[in-house]
Structure formats: C-alpha cells, structure tokens
C-alpha cells in the first residue's frame, strides 16, 4: 500500500464526470458526490494510491487524473 502525500500530488475529478458514483464506490475515503452532479476528491493529507487507481481505472470516462502539486514544491 503506497501513501501519496498531498503535497506530491491529487486526484482530480474534471467536469466530464456522469455522477456513476463507481469511484465513490470503489474509493469511499477519497471520493464524493456533489449537489451539482459532480463527483469530487476530498481534500486528504495523503492518498492510497492503489485505491486511487483503481477508482480511475473504473471511471467509464475517464475523469479522474492525478494533477501534480506543483505549488508545494
Ligand atoms: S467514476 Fe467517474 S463518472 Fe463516475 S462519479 Fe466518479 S468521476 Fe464521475
């Protein structure tokens, strides 16, 4: 199981995101709907990066990215 610090990176939900809910799902801890029909990440001091993944790999159109911190490096 591999942390991933916030201040390396996140995940990131764009606005293609259908409301399936399967990242929320798949990834409970990370992941959550809106009122907007949106899913979104939730701010975290670091993520499993396996749960992740796989909350990505599950998106049906691919809305979910890791985005780089790059304001903490
Ligand atoms: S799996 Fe993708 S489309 Fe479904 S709720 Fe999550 S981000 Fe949205």
Redesign the pocket.
């Given at each position: 199981m591999t942390k991933i610090s916030w201040d390396d990176k996140q995940p990131f939900?764009n606005e293609?995101?259908?409301?399936?809910?399967?990242?929320?799902a798949i990834c409970p801890d990370v992941?959550d709907?809106n009122d907007e029909w949106?899913?979104f990440a939730k701010e975290l001091g670091e993520y499993d990066e396996n749960d992740v993944n796989d909350?990505i790999s599950?998106?049906?159109?691919v809305?979910?990215s890791w985005k780089e911190n790059f304001l903490a490096k």
């Open positions: 939900v293609d995101c259908i409301w399936c809910s399967a990242c929320v992941f709907l949106k899913a909350a599950a998106c049906p159109v809305a979910i």
